[in-house]
T-cell receptor, first 113, second 115 residues
Framework: AQSVTQLGSHVSVSEGALVLLRCNYSSSVPPYLFWYVQYPNQGLQLLLKYTSAATLVKGINGFEAEFKKSETSFHLTKPSAHMSDAAEYFCAVTNQAGTALIFGKGTTLSVSS | DTAVSQTPKYLVTQMGNDKSIKCEQNLGHDTMYWYKQDSKKFLKIMFSYNNKELIINETVPNRFSPKSPDKAHLNLHINSLELGDSAVYFC??????????????FGPGTRLTVL
């Protein structure tokens, strides 16, 4: 069965510091993986997606993620945090039938000046 | 133009009432979804429709009934509202391609508060 685990429900960084949000997945089939961001009182916006084309995936707003099959991980990084990055981040995997997304519990990113 | 829209954005109602949330997408997608986000921000699939046909119906009380009049619309009707129904409900749409790839586009959410 497909599942996603996001390590750390809350991550705090200083502006300009590296952002690292962790996501590990479990999948019985080759996975399709996604990172979504949710700003306060808004819907979910796709940051980036892994579709088996390349293991290093670049997304919007300077974020990127690397798919590591051996570690079953898909961690999200950004070299330099900005105040506007403060939001909720969700990692997701397509379910086994490809008919829905299974989300992790989310990680709240706080950025301080 | 908003790709996936929901109305209303906020819904405050009393226990026992019946309410509906509407969702429309203008992306030409065949598949639409309802997700529930609880107070801890956990997102879970409720329903999925493909071209007006129910595909997924997770363990959701039968007080919740989705209706898809056409493939661009997926409404959610909730009967006899309970306190535990308070949550944010998200509509989403996608155009699944080959294999299991399924990128979904989300609406802005409807915050339902049951008093």
């Amino acid at each position: 069965a497909q599942s996603v685990t996001q390590l750390g429900s809350h991550v705090s960084v200083s502006e300009g510091a590296l952002v690292l949000l962790r996501c590990n997945y479990s999948s019985s089939v080759p996975p399709y993986l996604f990172w979504y961001v949710q700003y306060p009182n808004q819907g979910l916006q796709l940051l980036l997606k892994y579709t088996s084309a390349a293991t290093l995936v670049k997304g919007i707003n300077g974020f990127e993620a690397e798919f590591k099959k051996s570690e079953t991980s898909f961690h999200l990084t950004k070299p330099s945090a900005h105040m506007s990055d403060a939001a909720e981040y969700f990692c997701a995997v397509t379910n086994q039938a490809g008919t829905a997304l299974i989300f992790g519990k989310g990680t709240t990113l706080s950025v301080s000046s | 133009d908003t790709a996936v829209s929901q109305t209303p954005k906020y819904l405050v109602t009393q226990m026992g009432n019946d309410k509906s949330i509407k969702c429309e997408q203008n992306l030409g997608h065949d598949t639409m979804y309802w997700y529930k986000q609880d107070s801890k921000k956990f997102l879970k699939i409720m329903f999925s429709y493909n071209n007006k046909e129910l595909i997924i119906n997770e363990t959701v009380p039968n007080r919740f009934s989705p209706k898809s009049p056409d493939k661009a619309h997926l409404n959610l009707h909730i009967n006899s509202l309970e306190l535990g129904d308070s949550a944010v409900y998200f509509c989403a749409s996608s155009q699944p391609t080959s294999g299991l790839y399924n990128e979904q586009f989300f609406g802005p959410g409807t915050r339902l508060t049951v008093l």
